[in-house]
C-alpha cells in the first residue's frame, strides 16, 4: 500500500472541497452508479484526478467522487471501484476507504453485484451482507501495520454492523422489498468460479460470490468505521442457472434492478439521518 499516494488523495480531496464534513461513504459497484441522482449534488470529481485512484478498468463503474447529501446525511460517493484482479495493487482499492476515515466518516456503505448461490436467491434480488468469506487468497492489512487500521490482527466477528442491517431491512419493508441476509464469498476474479467451485461454496455456507467488497470491509471495520453492504444478485452462480456467465448479464440486470436499488437507498439514508 502506498500511504504517501494516499495522503496525497486525502490532501487534493479536503483542498477542494474544504468545507466537506461527510459522515457517510458509500462505495457503488458496477452498474449502481445512478443512486448518486438521488443526492443533492456539491461537487463532484474525476478519479482520473485524484492521486492514487486512477480510472476504473471495468465497463459499468462511472469513476467519479461525488460529494452530496440525502436526508440531511452529508456523503461522499465514490462511483466506481478499483479491483484486486486489475493487478494494480491494494492502493486504489484502499484510497476510498482511507480518504472517508481520514475526512470523518463514520459510516461506509458498499455495494456490489453478485451471483446468487442460495437457493431462494435469484437475479435482481437484493441481499444485505451478514457476514463474508475472504477466498481472495490475498489480504489488503498484508505489510507493515499502521496504526489507521487498528490493531495488527482486526476482529472480524462484527464486521457488518448489526444496527445498519436492520436498518436495510426496515427500509426494504418500506419500499416493498424483501430483504434477506446472507454471506458473501469475495473470488479474486477475473475469470468467474467454475461449477464445482461453486459447489463447494455453496456448502460452506456461502449465499452469494462477487470479486470485490470484502477488502473495503475489512478495512473499514479495521479503522473503525460502521459498514454496510448490500449486494444485487446478477446471475445465477456458475453451473447454477445451467448457462454460460457474462459481464453483459451482469451489467443488464443491475440497470433492471436500478429503480429498486434506489429506492432502497433513499430510504435507507432516511434511517442514517
Ligand atoms: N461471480 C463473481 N463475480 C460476480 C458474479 C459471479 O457470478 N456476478 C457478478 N459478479
Known amino acids: 500500500m502506498n500511504y504517501a499516494l494516499l495522503d496525497q488523495a486525502v490532501r487534493f480531496i479536503q483542498q477542494t472541497w474544504p468545507e466537506a464534513h461527510p459522515s457517510t ?35 459499468g463503474h462511472a469513476g467519479e467522487l461525488s460529494w452530496g447529501t440525502l436526508h440531511g446525511v452529508e456523503t461522499f460517493i465514490f462511483q466506481g471501484r478499483r479491483h484486486y484482479y486489475e493487478g494494480v495493487g491494494w492502493t486504489p482499492i484502499a484510497l476510498p476507504v482511507y480518504a472517508a476515515k481520514k475526512c470523518g466518516v463514520q459510516t461506509v456503505v458498499l455495494t456490489n453485484s453478485a451471483g446468487c448461490i442460495r ?39 462484527y464486521v457488518y454492523t448489526e444496527t445498519l442491517r436492520e436498518k436495510l431491512v426496515a427500509a426494504g419493508k418500506d ?13 479474486a476474479g477475473p475469470s468467474y468460479e467454475s461449477p464445482f467451485e461453486i459447489q463447494a461454496f455453496k456448502k460452506w455456507g456461502a449465499d452469494a460470490v462477487g470479486m470485490s467488497t470484502v477488502p473495503e470491509a475489512i478495512l473499514a471495520s479495521a479503522a473503525g468505521m460502521n459498514v454496510a453492504c448490500v449486494s444485487c ?41
Open 25 to 59: 461513504a458509500l462505495i457503488c459497484g458496477s452498474g449502481w452508479s445512478s443512486v448518486v441522482e438521488a443526492f443533492d449534488l456539491h461537487g463532484s470529481l474525476s478519479y482520473e484526478d485524484i492521486p492514487g485512484l486512477g480510472k476504473p478498468g471495468v465497463a
Open 119 to 157: 437457493e431462494d436467491l435469484s437475479p435482481g434480488d437484493l441481499l444485505v451482507v451478514r457476514d463474508h468469506f475472504n477466498f481472495m487468497g490475498a489480504n489488503p492489512l498484508i505489510g507493515d501495520h499502521k496504526p489507521c487500521w487498528g490493531p495488527r490482527f482486526p476482529d472480524q466477528t
Open 175 to 187: 419500499t416493498g422489498i424483501d430483504l434477506s441476509q446472507g454471506a458473501y464469498l469475495a473470488a
Open 233 to 273: 444478485m446478477t446471475n445465477y452462480a456458475a453451473g447454477i442457472g445451467g448457462q454460460a456467465l457474462s459481464h453483459e448479464e451482469v451489467t443488464h440486470t443491475t440497470q433492471a434492478t436500478m429503480p429498486r436499488m434506489k429506492g432502497l437507498l433513499e430510504n435507507f439514508w432516511k434511517r442514517l439521518g
